[in-house]
């Protein structure tokens, strides 16, 4: 038409060819909410490539805004389906970016394709997106079931239902305490519960909340919280000795060493009597050293004094109590003489 007109003197041959030029180089550009289209005069436009999806994962429900990336976007037609369901909303962002409403679909994945006057983008695993299930149900056993003496590893292991995902957060409450996360939520479905801590007789609760990889919730489903007993695992004997023996002069360095025959692990606790004294004093707290090393220029002065070794397995909580402590048996009071 325009080189018809030109033919005619109507319109310069130098501008019809460079109309024909700008028509057929220049792509179609938007103008605010509005674009030159790709099937005006002389242009043509190229099917739609996709190249990213995101989010690229939803709920079944549907109602996920999703940003497409790729190219050829701005032209007549555009429908974006999430698989074969159209998607809603969809608006042309950019000739590289388009926004679409997710719409309801069963769990799984799909490919997002762009269609236009000019076809329909091939798929690929860059325009997958992801309906996800949220876990169903969930189950964990505890081995040694129920009960274990104090010192016990406690394996717990875990499961989840209808989601492809899973991952697992684990929980325990001590006794008359709150409840505190074990491990964190991640795809591992065992804790090795260690009890030597050492944790203290009585009754625990654990849990385990799971959830689908993709889900937004706090969890999908959980185990309630399950009563678990620790027993106490009673030291039944200890020895100990003085060195070097009895007597000493003042000033001198004297080793007590302990040794206890307890289930797990034995603690000690060691006392000393001066002789100008009537009550017991703790020369060494409850640890695990089974050494003590006894001062005596930092005692009563010279005279005959007494000590004794108190221990109790790190499980228990001790089975007898006094002077303030407890413990599950004790080496009685041994004289040993300051000069």
Known sequence: MITKFASRGLVPAAVACAVIALAVLVPAVRLGPYSLTCYSYAYGCGTPT????????GSPSGGTTVTVTGT???????????????GTGATIVSDTKVTVVSPAHAAGTVDVTVTTAAGTSATSA?????YFTNCATSTATASPAASAPGGTIVHITAAGTACGSPLFEFWIKNPGGLWNIAIPYSARNNWNWDTRGPEPAGIYYWSVWVKDASSANA??????????????????AVSAVAAPPS????????????SGTCPDTAMYEFWIISPASAVWQVGQSYSTSNTFTWNTTAN????????????????????????????????????YQIN
């Open 50 to 57: 996709v190249t990213n999806v995101s989010p690229n994962v």
């Open 247 to 258: 007597p000493r002069n003042e000033g001198s360095a004297i080793t007590i060493t302990a």
């Open 72 to 86: 050829n976007f701005n032209n007549s037609g555009l429908v974006v389906r999430f698989g074969a369901t159209p």
């Open 219 to 236: 969890y999908d489903t959980f185990v309630p919280g399950s009563a678990y007993t620790l027993t106490t695992a009673a030291c039944t």
């Open 126 to 130: 860059a325009d997958q997106f992801t």
């Open 300 to 335: 009563g002065g010279n005279g005959g004094y007494h000590w004794s070794v108190w221990v109790k397995d790190s499980s228990s909580t001790g089975t007898h109590a006094g002077l303030g402590s407890t413990y599950d048996t004790y080496q009685p009071g041994l004289s």
